[in-house]
């Protein structure tokens, strides 16, 4: 794509309405059933509408980051943006549906937020496919699984606080031809005595590592290597609920995100580039590193050259909670195409420490019968 085209859905507005065929009032993508029900009268509408939407097209990446074009930028004015002074998050609202607090850490510090520079337009999405009741039972038996947890804890209602939220994914692909360099180690032993406490000589075997140099190349294909473009949503959560099947995005249509939040994205294309090649880059190393004979290697050094370079902007589906207990607050992520759950949780000093002590007396029990 030259920087100049217009992205394949960017005739997609987000003031796109999706009324109630029923009563007018604005329908709700519902993710168990997956389709449009009006969350004032019942009534469902099937809604198919992305099928004629064609192939999510891949950006090429360098293009982009030399010249992004008007077109591939900026929200509909429709829309109203605002950021939490807290999280620094960027959520992107009907204008008639704005909260009063932050979606991500609850906080009520909300500013209206205008970029300097408009942002680029997300072109494709991953729709919810897990119910917000499917989710409400996982995360309870989650819950119900950690032990340390205090037991005030465990009894309070913290499920209400549930909310679904599309949040900024960016996908990277490149081809790359990657030579490598290393110290290649092979073990051998030798047999050398000593003699033991009681003063007779014994042998043992002991290692060695002779040292080669090794040399080698690798081709390897990356596809959609994903990178948060969140600040809401902690990256090491998101990174345990991952994989989102990006390869069943479809492209950007405002039914999928009617009744849910969306979040702006905070690290930027050039930003998010820069986190995909250190990715990348450790991917590789390890791919290197299998390639070197021996049994084991130093001084490993790669030497990529990239090419066929190309990226998306997706919105991908989270059920977030986030709650406060004592001084601190913690979230847990739920992926929202695979209802995978990670999250984070008080923990009670008492349990830990009664843990800690059970393995001390079972430690000292153990010695005193090796006695």
Not at 85 to 96: L, T
Not at 142 to 156: D, G, Q, T
Not at 281 to 303: C, E, F, K, Y
Request: charged letters at 20%.
């Amino acid at each position: 794509m030259s920087p100049e085209q217009e992205p394949p859905t960017a005739h997609v507005s987000a003031r796109d309405k999706h009324a109630c065929p029923a009563c007018g009032a604005q329908a709700e993508w519902n993710p168990g059933k997956r389709l449009l029900i009006c969350p004032f009268c019942g009534s469902e509408s099937p809604y198919d509408g992305h099928k004629a939407g064609g192939a999510v097209a891949e950006l090429d990446l360098i293009q982009m980051l030399r010249s992004l074009p008007d077109s591939a930028k900026g929200w509909d004015a429709t829309r109203r943006s605002v950021q939490c002074q807290s999280c620094k998050a960027v959520m992107v609202f009907d204008p008639a549906k704005v909260g009063k607090n932050c979606e991500f850490c609850g906080s009520p510090a909300l500013v209206d937020y205008d970029d300097v520079q408009a942002p680029i337009r997300p072109q494709s999405l991953l729709p919810f496919t897990v119910s917000h009741s499917d989710v409400r039972d996982a995360m309870k038996r989650w819950y119900a699984s950690k032990w340390f947890a205090p037991n005030a804890f465990k009894n309070k209602s913290l499920i209400d606080q549930l909310h679904g939220l599309y949040i900024p994914y960016w996908t990277f692909d490149a081809s790359v031809h990657c030579t490598w360099t290393a110290d290649a180690g092979h073990y051998y032993y030798t047999t050398e005595s000593y003699r033991d406490g009681q003063g007779r000589t014994r042998t043992r075997q002991k290692r060695h590592t002779r040292w080669v140099p090794a040399a080698g190349q690798l081709d390897h294909v990356f596809d959609d290597e994903p990178v948060p473009g969140t600040t809401g949503v902690e990256h090491r959560l998101l990174r345990r609920v991952e994989p989102f099947p990006t390869q069943q995005v479809v492209p950007y249509d405002t039914a999928f995100l009617s009744g849910f939040v969306v979040e702006r994205y905070q690290i930027d294309l050039e930003q998010a580039a820069n986190a995909s090649l250190d990715q990348m880059h450790s991917h590789l190393m390890g791919l290197a590193g299998s390639q070197v004979p021996g049994d084991t290697h130093r001084n490993l050094q790669i030497h990529p050259t990239y090419s066929q370079q190309t990226f998306k902007h997706v919105l991908v589906p989270v059920w977030l909670l986030t709650y406060k207990y004592g001084a601190k607050v913690f979230q847990v992520v739920a992926n929202g195409h695979t209802g995978t759950i990670a999250g984070d949780y008080p923990k009670s000093f008492w349990k830990i420490a009664g843990v800690v002590l059970l393995a001390l007396i079972a430690i000292a029990i153990f010695i005193a019968a090796q006695s």
